[in-house]
């Protein structure tokens, strides 16, 4: 993840998301506006620190975050601590998922969290466009969305949803999140990262 785009670099392989760090990235990839797109994926991601997405909920909290898969508790006790199982509910039967076990092999990975078969070749198709993977090879292996091509999941969805001339934090938020959750952390974010470009 980070430590290995730090190493690559020739920076200070610490693991932590800082200016130099930041720079580099917005440097290496051509990112337009970096201080709104690092202010969205690093709410995103914990600072870059998620590599996949938790799906070991206690069933009390399966309610809250799925509700409408878990209207009693009975049912959401049944999927408790079972991410396997949680993500092949609720991600299979969508997001091309069509094998019996998709929900989980294709759940979010990466910077903003990828998911579905069909986001992952879209993802690998764009990879192979710019010559950094092979065919199939996310498809075989899709750890590889955090493990080699953290930041590219991030940037690939940024142009795949055509985010990169938005100004607007909160509009941003919507397309990123669907909503504004965590907009004053987003906001806060931006304006701190603004000082480092």
């Given at each position: 993840?980070?430590?290995?785009?730090?190493?690559?670099?020739g920076l200070?392989?610490?693991?932590?998301?800082?200016?130099?760090?930041?720079?580099?990235?917005?440097?290496?990839?051509?990112?337009?506006?970096?201080?709104?797109?690092?202010?969205?994926?690093?709410?995103?991601?914990?600072?870059?620190?998620?590599?996949?997405?938790?799906?070991?909920?206690?069933?009390?909290?399966?309610q809250?975050?799925?509700?409408?898969?878990?209207?009693?508790?009975s049912?959401?006790?049944?999927?408790?601590?079972?991410p396997?199982?949680?993500?092949?509910?609720?991600?299979?039967?969508?997001?091309g998922n069509?094998?019996?076990?998709?929900?989980?092999?294709?759940?979010?990975?990466g910077?903003?969290?990828?998911?579905?078969?069909?986001?992952?070749?879209?993802?690998?198709?764009?990879?192979?466009?710019?010559?950094?993977?092979?065919?199939?090879?996310?498809?075989?292996?899709?750890?590889?969305?955090w493990?080699?091509?953290?930041?590219?999941?991030?940037?690939?969805?940024?142009?795949?949803?055509?985010?990169w001339?938005?100004?607007?934090?909160?509009?941003?938020?919507?397309?990123?999140?669907?909503?504004?959750?965590?907009?004053q952390?987003?906001?806060?974010?931006?304006?701190?990262y603004?000082?480092?470009?």
């Amino acid at each position: 993840m980070l430590i290995d785009f730090q190493k690559k670099y020739g920076l200070v392989t610490d693991g932590v998301f800082g200016k130099n760090t930041a720079r580099k990235i917005a440097e290496v990839f051509n990112i337009k506006h970096p201080a709104l797109f690092f202010g969205q994926v690093c709410h995103e991601s914990a600072n870059l620190t998620l590599k996949e997405e938790n799906l070991n909920y206690t069933a009390a909290r399966l309610q809250q975050v799925f509700p409408k898969y878990f209207q009693t508790y009975s049912k959401a006790k049944m999927y408790e601590r079972n991410p396997q199982k949680l993500a092949n509910l609720v991600y299979g039967g969508r997001m091309g998922n069509i094998n019996p076990n998709d929900g989980y092999y294709f759940r979010g990975r990466g910077a903003v969290q990828l998911t579905g078969r069909n986001n992952y070749k879209e993802f690998e198709n764009w990879l192979i466009k710019k010559g950094l993977c092979k065919p199939n090879e996310i498809m075989l292996n899709p750890d590889l969305v955090w493990k080699d091509y953290y930041i590219e999941s991030a940037i690939f969805f940024f142009d795949k949803n055509n985010l990169w001339n938005i100004a607007d934090i909160k509009t941003l938020t919507k397309r990123v999140n669907g909503g504004l959750n965590g907009l004053q952390d987003r906001i806060n974010k931006t304006n701190q990262y603004a000082k480092w470009f």
